[in-house]
């Protein structure tokens, strides 16, 4: 007759390989966040700048089209309609001038300045007196690109 007998199993492998799992879980979940909070930092930081070159890109333009309202001050018949450049510390304006446009009497001011890719364009009209020379404001606006 056989007696049962009665087997012992020894501790394997196991044991380690869940725990290196386990550790290989928990550094993929914190890179994970550390790329994350990278990410959005560099994007607010990305925004910041861009706000403050689209305002500087408002400023230079428009002292571009105010620069033209004095050339036209000066001298009631000129005209550029390729731009010249207007420098404003180290940036600098590109402004047109187009005499009768939109209408006869009129003259159109086109002014535009690009600082780290934000680009703003102002569109001014204004009426040319053609016996005095007088300039008045008919519209300033900001064009959409």
Partial sequence: ??????????PTAKEGQAA?????????????????VAFLANSFLNSGY???SANRAMAVASAGAEDALIRLTRNKDFS?????SVPVGNDSA????????PAAGQAKIVSSATILFQQRKIQ???SVDGTTGQ???VSW???TL
């Fill in 1 to 10: 007759m056989l007696l049962p007998t009665t087997y012992y199993l020894l």
């Fill in 20 to 36: 290196l799992s386990f550790v290989f879980l928990i550094g993929v979940i914190v890179l994970s966040i550390g790329v994350a």
């Fill in 50 to 52: 861009g706000y403050q």
């Fill in 80 to 84: 550029s309609v390729s731009a010249y």
């Fill in 94 to 101: 590109s402004v047109t001038i187009n005499q009768n446009s």
């Fill in 124 to 126: 001014v009209v204004v």
């Fill in 135 to 137: 300039i008045s404001l």
């Fill in 141 to 143: 606006q900001l064009l």
